[in-house]
């Protein structure tokens, strides 16, 4: 019997082809995963996205440059990222109450006349959920977090700012449910963030959903409807272990520890992926706090209305608070809240 080896080699050839096409397409993310873990973004690429950073170029400079020291400073505790998980334990069949979180270490009785107003925002656009208050005095009543957590909150080495992205996170990790900043604004029921498994966005624009090397995703707007969520178990871990071990305040420390993960774990980057894609698609949930800021029309109220975004992050609330918002959008929807409440 005559063998053929040119038609061997041709069939090997082919077969060889064609598994190598259905590896491309079955490892389509994988792909995507490994080259983020394997680089970082190009200073150049990412000084020309001006979404969170300084004014000017040079301002983009240093945004970056900070964010590629504290990020690398903080990549040694990759290792929670191996540390077992049991997806057992999270119970998809117990209806858990959907409820509201809103954080001021100080009590919100204490808090700026612009905080009460976005509660008041936030409870009358609740769906009829639950809004709870948490503070430094309450916190035992929800979460147990570690003493030396507390200890060095009550030292000032732990700010405020810094308390609360942990609050956060362990208050969905406990319990579920949305968390809002308590500078969030609503000005209509944000049903699409109620109705979610899962909701978070970015400040990157609507066709970067990827790249999150120097693009963040904020925590300003979180939501886990079910407690014992991944995400919030190593972001949690990542939290505890850094202030077990240290002292010093990184301010971009939760934005970096969400970055990593992304980059070294593939199952939060799938999360991410398919959470920022689904959310992010009309990109609407951007920080637009400034638009509030405009000389009110009622033409821009209507503009406003119509572009669907429900929930508005007042930043820098201090300066807020000192400006003049008689003519502003803001200060139209902030005197009909204070009118509704007398």
């Not at 590629?68 to 057992?88: F, G, M, S, V």
């Not at 077990?244 to 980057?269: G, L, M, P, R």
């Not at 503009?303 to 918002?325: A, C, E, M, P, W």
């Not at 929807?333 to 509704?340: D, K």
Request: positive net charge; glycine residues 4%; charged residues 25%.
């Amino acid at each position: 019997m005559k063998i053929d080896f040119q038609k061997i080699v041709v069939g090997l050839s082919l077969a060889l082809a064609t598994f190598a096409v259905v590896k491309t397409v079955k490892t389509k993310d994988q792909s995507m995963f490994s080259n983020i873990t394997k680089r970082l973004d190009s200073i150049e690429d990412a000084i020309s996205y001006k979404g969170i950073t300084g004014k000017g170029k040079q301002g983009r400079h240093n945004h970056i440059y900070r964010l590629i020291e504290e990020k690398e400073k903080l990549r040694k505790y990759t290792y929670i990222l191996n540390q077992p998980y049991d997806e057992a334990q999270i119970d998809r069949t117990t209806k858990y109450p959907d409820r509201i979180w809103l954080f001021w270490d100080k009590g919100f009785e204490n808090a700026p006349q612009l905080v009460k107003d976005c509660v008041a925002s936030i409870k009358k656009h609740s769906c009829g959920r639950i809004v709870e208050l948490v503070d430094a005095n309450n916190l035992k009543k929800y979460i147990q977090l570690p003493d030396y957590i507390i200890q060095k909150y009550k030292d000032g080495i732990i700010t405020p700012i810094q308390l609360s992205g942990i609050v956060r996170t362990e208050l969905l990790y406990q319990h579920g449910g949305t968390y809002f900043d308590a500078t969030i604004y609503a000005i209509d029921d944000p049903k699409e963030i109620f109705e979610a498994e899962e909701y978070f966005n970015t400040f990157a624009n609507e066709n970067n959903y990827n790249k999150l090397s120097f693009n963040v995703i904020p925590n300003y707007c979180l939501r886990f409807k079910q407690p014992k969520h991944y995400f919030c178990y190593v972001i949690r871990n990542f939290l505890f272990d850094y202030w077990k071990e240290n002292d010093i305040d990184v301010y971009w420390q939760w934005y970096s520890f969400v970055t990593i993960a992304h980059q070294e774990d593939y199952k939060v980057f799938k999360l991410t992926q398919r959470v920022l894609e689904q959310n992010n698609k009309n990109n609407a949930y951007r920080v637009l706090g400034s638009i509030l800021l405009e000389k009110y029309t009622p033409s821009l109220y209507e503009k406003i209305k119509k572009s669907g975004q429900k929930v508005f992050k007042l930043t820098d609330t201090n300066k807020i608070s000192k400006q003049n918002l008689d003519n502003t959008v803001l200060g139209y929807l902030l005197n009909s809240t204070q009118h509704q409440q007398k």
